[in-house]
């Protein structure tokens, strides 16, 4: 994300709920298998949360 706004934590965290929104909306153009490749193939550890019924 090449935004100047948010190129440091302190910059972020001056409007938390519009990083939010916009984080949100990134997310849910893929599907949640998608996500922890991406997250992994940058060095990223993820895997998919799973619940109970799942893991067993």
Do not use: Y
């Not at 965290?13 to 153009?29: F, H, K, Q, V």
């Not at 993820?46 to 067993?56: D, K, N, R």
């Amino acid at each position: 994300m090449a935004d100047p706004r948010r190129d440091a934590n302190p910059k972020r965290m001056t409007a938390p709920e519009e990083l939010r929104d916009l984080i949100s909306g990134l997310i849910a153009r893929k599907n949640r298998d998608h996500w922890p490749t991406v997250a992994n193939k940058a060095g990223v550890p993820c895997g998919v949360a799973q619940g109970l019924a799942q893991v067993f």
